[in-house]
């Protein structure tokens, strides 16, 4: 039976992970589908693109990574180091990359005037943003639902 990827994962001991993403419903991420006759080749420029966008933002670099025609394979290797050395506007920034935020986490990441009673609800969210952007699990769904949608728009 399958484990949450929290129980399973230690930065103690080892940084690197390989992850595999599957589709559901017999659906084809890439090639020819030989149901429909439909080819998906395109989708692969989609992925790998999303790929490099998705490290530039988050302390997780992609070691290697496959496409396969029904599921994907990734090699990730979480960089805690980096996170724990970017500064809070740091975090904020690169969190925005991917997700709106709030009206606070902009404020800040402008350099604008934070009240003193925001301060600690804005480095609560600064917290959680810093664990989010080293979390496998957490880049794991900005890689495929984003994914997902496009093929399901474009179907």
Partial sequence: MPRPRRSQISLEDTPYYHCCSR???????????????????HRRGWIESLILELTDVFAIDVAAYAVMSNH???VLHIDIEMVN???????????????????L????????LIESHEVVRLKH???????????????????N???????????
Avoid at 95 to 100: A, G, I, S, T, V
Avoid at 105 to 112: E, I, M, S, V
């Fill in 23 to 41: 589709v559901v419903r017999r659906a084809f991420l890439c090639g020819d589908d030989k149901y429909t006759g439909n080819n998906y080749d």
């Fill in 72 to 74: 994907l394979h990734v």
């Fill in 85 to 103: 050395h970017w500064s809070d506007r740091d975090v904020v920034i690169q969190w925005h990359k991917l997700f709106k935020g709030d009206v």
């Fill in 105 to 112: 986490t902009h404020k800040f990441a402008k350099g604008q």
């Fill in 125 to 143: 969210t600064i917290a959680i943003y810093r664990s989010r952007l080293c979390d496998i699990s957490w880049f794991m769904r900005c890689l």
């Fill in 145 to 155: 639902e984003p994914i997902a949608r496009q093929a399901y728009q474009n179907t």
